[in-house]
């Protein structure tokens, strides 16, 4: 599962970094609190700005989905007071499978590719990778 937070340049912009740091410590604390029993040794793992990566143990694409919209709808919900302030964070969330070929970077490109369809489609909503079809262009490294 990829995570990424909308919008999270207007946070920086708007409010500073020291408020962007904030905003970043609260949504993975949010996300920490999403697991399932099933799903306790796994933590979400800072890559990137603002992206996070969830690594899923015996997960298939429902269980992701069930996952990646706990995961949304929580950070949804949550409100960060930032000086006089209250910040409504929203994010999109791409999930994908380990298929039988996959290698882990095509894992990641394919959930990598949900989250941009996420947010394509207008952000603050949840897409998995199972019916997207990696074309060449995808397979170059960003």
Same mark, same amino acid.
């Given at each position: 599962v990829v995570v990424d937070i909308d919008n999270f340049k207007h946070v920086n912009d708007n409010y500073g970094h020291a408020a962007g740091d904030e905003v970043l410590k609260q949504v993975a604390k949010q996300i920490n &609190?999403?697991? !399932?029993? @099933?799903?306790? $040794?796994y933590r979400a793992y800072r890559y990137g700005g603002e992206e996070f990566v969830i690594i899923l143990n015996n997960t298939d694409n429902e269980g992701s989905v069930v996952v990646g919209e706990?995961?949304?709808k929580s950070v949804e919900a949550l409100k960060?007071?930032?000086?006089? @302030? &209250?910040?409504k964070i929203t994010v999109s969330v791409?999930?994908?499978?380990l298929l039988t070929d996959? @290698?882990?970077s095509r894992l990641f490109? !394919? $959930?990598d590719?949900?989250?941009y369809k996420a947010k394509h489609q207008g952000r603050n !909503?949840?897409?998995c990778a199972k019916t997207l079809k990696l074309e060449p262009e995808d397979m170059l490294i960003k």
């Amino acid at each position: 599962v990829v995570v990424d937070i909308d919008n999270f340049k207007h946070v920086n912009d708007n409010y500073g970094h020291a408020a962007g740091d904030e905003v970043l410590k609260q949504v993975a604390k949010q996300i920490n &609190t999403c697991y !399932r029993d @099933s799903d306790a $040794a796994y933590r979400a793992y800072r890559y990137g700005g603002e992206e996070f990566v969830i690594i899923l143990n015996n997960t298939d694409n429902e269980g992701s989905v069930v996952v990646g919209e706990r995961i949304r709808k929580s950070v949804e919900a949550l409100k960060i007071s930032i000086e006089d @302030s &209250t910040l409504k964070i929203t994010v999109s969330v791409g999930a994908a499978s380990l298929l039988t070929d996959d @290698s882990m970077s095509r894992l990641f490109q !394919r $959930a990598d590719k949900a989250l941009y369809k996420a947010k394509h489609q207008g952000r603050n !909503r949840m897409v998995c990778a199972k019916t997207l079809k990696l074309e060449p262009e995808d397979m170059l490294i960003k």
